[in-house]
């Protein structure tokens, strides 16, 4: 089974893909992790997009295609995908369908979490990480404890570009963006709307169901 999975930055979608991996075993394909391993990886490419980011633009529709088709093309993972932040417009869509097909592969469903504007300004400012062990916090939702050794104050750090200015940004630029690629999905009956703004457990389960529902993948 090959899933898209979209929303709005900070919508949530890293987390209900880490959630269908697990219950699943699927890959999941976050293009924002492969973008920024080649920013920390300090590759020519890596340089292009960390202006890119930082400025609140999206990288090139080429670029992005290049790095995701190194995935559908590995055996490894076919039909096993979860496209976590792709496709954004409806070009992305039809290059994603295309590079499928030419890997005899297809999308089998689509997931879109739907999130106020308010919410993902809370959720991006608020955002943080752990140095040490990786672990996501937010000072409005999920506050980091305040004894902990690990997950200390020193310790948490903010992304660059997770500042109030690039969130309004990218939220803005996803929903001007979105709407063909929601029609494309429509038109083929595999799109399913999702609220994000409920608690996790809540998403976690209207997901499950929509999952054992959907159409079986193609071998």
């Not at 939702?141 to 020193?154: G, H």
């Amino acid at each position: 089974m090959n899933l898209v999975i979209f929303g709005p930055p900070g919508a949530g979608k890293g987390t209900q893909s880490k959630f269908i991996v697990n219950k699943y075993n699927l890959y999941q394909l976050s293009t924002g992790e492969i973008l920024r391993n080649e920013i920390i990886n300090k590759t020519q490419l890596g340089l292009e997009i960390s202006s890119k980011m930082n400025s609140g633009n999206l990288v090139s529709d080429q670029i992005v295609s290049d790095l995701i088709e190194k995935f559908i093309s590995n055996n490894e993972f076919k039909n096993r995908l979860i496209f976590d932040g792709y496709p954004r417009n409806k070009s992305q869509a039809l290059n994603l369908h295309n590079l499928l097909k030419k890997y005899n592969q297809k999308i089998d469903l689509t997931l879109k979490l739907t999130v106020s504007l308010e919410a993902i300004k809370k959720r991006i400012t608020g955002r943080s990480i752990c140095s040490i062990c990786g672990k996501i916090y937010n000072e409005f939702f999920n506050p980091a404890p305040i004894n902990a050794e690990c997950c200390a104050s020193k310790f948490l750090q903010k992304r660059s570009d997770d500042t109030l200015g690039i969130a309004v940004t990218r939220y803005q630029t996803y929903e001007k963006n979105i709407k063909p690629v929601i029609d494309f999905y429509k038109q083929s009956n595999l799109l399913k709307v999702v609220n994000g703004e409920t608690p996790i457990t809540e998403i976690n389960n209207e997901i499950s169901c929509l999952l054992y529902t959907s159409p079986s993948p193609r071998d």
